[in-house]
């Protein structure tokens, strides 16, 4: 191994909170050992333009923990494997030019790619290892949904900024004894919508992992309503279904973009909770807020200690491995185990059978 490793760091997918702490523990990390770090521009963009490659020095990386979305930019349509790309009669057709991604690797000099990213970001980066250009990942979701980490940083961001808006729905809602549904992310996981529901007090969480009954949902809000609480608050995770439907899905088709968007059935559901109980129902999509801002110490502390680690197991001669945090400490884990499985909330978590026991609705 050279003395002086050259290592590349990119982030893809979606932005998390806490993206930033990471580039800059793995840039420190590096210079701690006296090693460089080049940040590769947008996803995977920046090792097909390598115009778009920037030397990072600690000096580049100065004061960033604290901030939302990542310097480095990042994107959700950039498979080198399957780019959208422009033919002669000014087409879009679906090209694999990922042997150009490996070819400007190399040419650079490059040691070993940090790839942060989310399922999506970390297969492709699977698909690499399996060319042979060395990795390692380090994962990233506000969803919380890979199996082979027991959390990941931006999560507890997300359910945090859910949380608090449920607080402030509660005085509104108290108010004009309205129910309120909040639609939060999470794509085919309930985690956002179990965690933040429970702790903003919700009177129903509904959650991919449960298809709903509408009617149940209503029982809980009437009953509620005799006991004299004339209003209530409920928790949609964007991948909630009811049992005999689906759930609702946009973007099919969209030129470069692999996975459907999920969203719109909290406005469905209070639509349906308006119309069987009579009550003034409004709903609200949080959206993109959940992947904003500041991270949260949480956060902070453990993106950093995923970067660190990241360089550490670099020196320590891994490749082809993704970072994953384990009874409270970093492991290596294979990245083609790692992307193998998504995490969603078993049905009897802890946190499930405690929202039970505090009353709240799951729709069932
Ligand atoms: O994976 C993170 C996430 O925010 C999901 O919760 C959500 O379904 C998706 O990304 C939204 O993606 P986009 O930003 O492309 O709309």
């Known amino acids: 191994m050279p003395e002086r490793l050259k290592l590349a760091i990119n982030t893809g997918g979606g932005d998390a909170p806490g993206l930033n702490a990471v580039i800059r523990a793995v840039v420190l990390g590096a210079r701690y050992r006296g090693w ?22 600690p000096e580049s990386v100065w004061g960033i923990t604290a901030q939302g979305g990542t310097i480095l930019g990042t994107t959700n349509r950039g498979n080198p494997f399957q780019m959208p790309v422009e033919n002669a009669a000014g087409e879009m057709t679906i090209r694999d030019v990922s042997d150009k991604v490996v070819a400007n690797f190399k040419r650079l000099g490059l040691d070993c790619l940090v790839a942060v990213g989310g399922d999506g970001s970390l297969s492709i980066a699977q698909k690499f290892f399996e060319k042979g250009l060395p990795v390692v990942g380090v994962p990233k979701t506000i969803d919380n ?31 004009h004894e309205r129910v309120l549904v909040v639609e939060v992310m999470g794509r085919y996981a309930g985690w956002i919508a179990l965690n933040s529901g429970v702790s903003g007090s919700a009177d129903a969480i509904l959650i991919p992992e449960i298809p709903f009954d ?39 088709g969209e030129i470069g973009r ?107």
């Open 145 to 175: 949904d890979l199996s082979a980490t027991m959390v990941t940083f931006g999560f507890d961001t997300a359910v945090s900024t859910a949380t608090e808006a449920i607080d402030k729905l509660h005085s509104t809602a108290a108010s």
């Open 214 to 252: 509408i009617v149940a949902v209503c029982e809980k809000l009437m009953d509620n309503e005799l006991r004299g609480r004339r209003y209530g608050i409920v928790v949609v995770a964007e991948g909630a279904a009811p049992k005999d439907g689906t759930m609702v899905t946009h973007g099919k």
């Open 258 to 364: 692999e996975e459907v968007r999920l969203g719109g059935i909290g406005e469905i559901v209070a639509q349906q909770i308006a119309r069987r109980t009579g009550k003034d129902t409004r709903s609200l999509v949080l959206g993109h807020l959940q992947r904003g801002g500041s991270p949260t110490t949480f956060d902070r502390l453990l993106a950093t200690r995923y970067g660190a680690a990241a360089v550490r197991f670099i020196e320590a001669g891994q490749r082809g491995i993704m970072v994953a945090h384990q009874n409270g400490t970093m492991v290596p884990v294979e990245l083609r185990q790692a992307v193998d499985r998504m995490k969603r909330v078993p049905l009897d978590h802890d946190t499930v059978i405690t929202a039970r026991e505090l009353g709240i609705s799951f729709g069932d």
């Open 36 to 57: 460089d770090v080049y940040g590769v521009k947008s996803g995977y963009a920046g090792l097909l333009d390598t115009d778009e490659i920037i030397h990072l020095t």
